[in-house]
């Protein structure tokens, strides 16, 4: 009849350790598995798609050829930063190029052309009381034509507009003949501007209505004879600052989207010759910041202008300088303020000099990022030849010397039918960046974007495994209770099995309910003695 002993054993604290970790082990199987191995670089060294650092970080101890490697892989990464910071100052930088390129057109926009005689006022068209307010522009002296000083007379405030226009040269008696594309044109065709010349006129300055041309070269543009009226032009008593000493016209070409600002940009048509203007249009872009300077359509709508210019820019800059020093404004300048006097002359011209010598830092003016102008080219021949000057005469009902000296025909055509695109480009885009640094990357160190995860994701994972070390709650270091557990012997399997054989059939932490774990036979041990084991030391053993 098999007898069985009821033992009660008493485990120490350390197999009680042993055991709880082997079950957090058990529990954490899975996920460990699947996280990349954190606590080995070498394993991560090894799975990496980062070229070298495989045949560094190995296991065992460093050797000639594992230092060779290291080496030659940070040589490599020297290499690659160096390149990359070039490439990355190279775009900070923000360069440009400037592509040119010339199209073909069927047919192209005239452009706005704007002349002004030299000459202001008109000498015979001056009352006395306009020679008497125009002093300090004309030079004149202040009397009226019977001699009479201007104390004896009283003349009422000047009204500049109408002084303008009505003593300015008027476009119907100096256009002698207008021809464009072989179609007649008359002074209708022109509209009136004022600018510093005072009163001018502009052919095709409307946008809507703009005259087209469908065929380049001489006789395809706009041609005009014009008698600039020598016998008009005010006598020279004294200079001032609006005295001009020339005889002839100016004329700007423009765009339609600019107002003329021909006191600068203006060119000089003189009496007695044909002048041929052969013209090519260019389409200029620019770009913004930062690459470029300039001034984008998209910005807010320029005040007293449809579209923003340089020449509209300039003609607001003046206006404001003007209206605060001299609390007016010129007659060509914008805005609804009283024109000024002829008794503010001194304060215009004032403000006017102080205004340019100060014009970058108070007012800049930005380039357009779109923008239209005209190149040039003059010739000129003589005019009228001896058989001609007789025959215009009579035609005209003037003398040949008046011919010579007054009579000038203007010839405004296109080149060709095609224009020029002057672009900016930008000539370093994060296209070009981002190929560069990659090129760079992949020859160097053999590296991409994916690399690049990886290091990361293996630096996340380092990073979350301490967190969560850090943040585990610390057990206790005090020693726990001490534990029972009851086993259950029979006397038949105690003597067939052997000691040892128990001891070793059994892994760490795990016992059988009919084995005593790591009970060695001692013969002079007490039962209650305690002993050390593979697996632990047990404080207790009775049965």
Known sequence: MPIEFVCKIKFAEEDEKQKSKQDGDKESLIEESCAPPAKD???????????GINHIFVSGRLGIRQTLWALAFLTSLALFLYQAAKCAISYLEHPHVTALNEEATPEMVFPAVTICNINRFRFSALTDADIYHLANLTGLPPKNKDGHKPTDLMYPAPDMQDIFNRTGHQLEEMLKSCNFSGQNCSAEDFSVVYTRYGKCYTFNGNKTTSRKTKQGGMGNGLEIMLDIQQDEYLPIWRETNETSLEAGIRVQIH????????????FGVSPGFQTFVSCQEQRLTYLPQPWGNCRSTSKEKFPGYDTYSISACRLLCETNEVLRVCNCRMVHMPGTADICPPSKINCVDKALAQQQKNSGDTCPCETPCNLTRYGKELSMVKIPSKGSARYLSRKYDRSEDYIRDNFLVLDIFFEALNYETIEQKKAYDVAGLLGDIGGQMGLFIGASILTVLE???????VIKRRLQRMLRPQKEKKNKPQTSTVATVGLEEMKTKEPNDTTRSHPEGAYSNTILPNHHHHPHSHPHHHHAGRHGVFEDFAC
């Open 455 to 461: 290091i990361l994701d293996y630096i996340y994972e």
């Open 41 to 51: 670089f070498a394993g991560f060294a090894n799975s990496c798609s980062l070229h």
């Open 255 to 266: 765009s339609q989207d600019e107002p003329p600002y021909i006191h600068q940009l203006g």
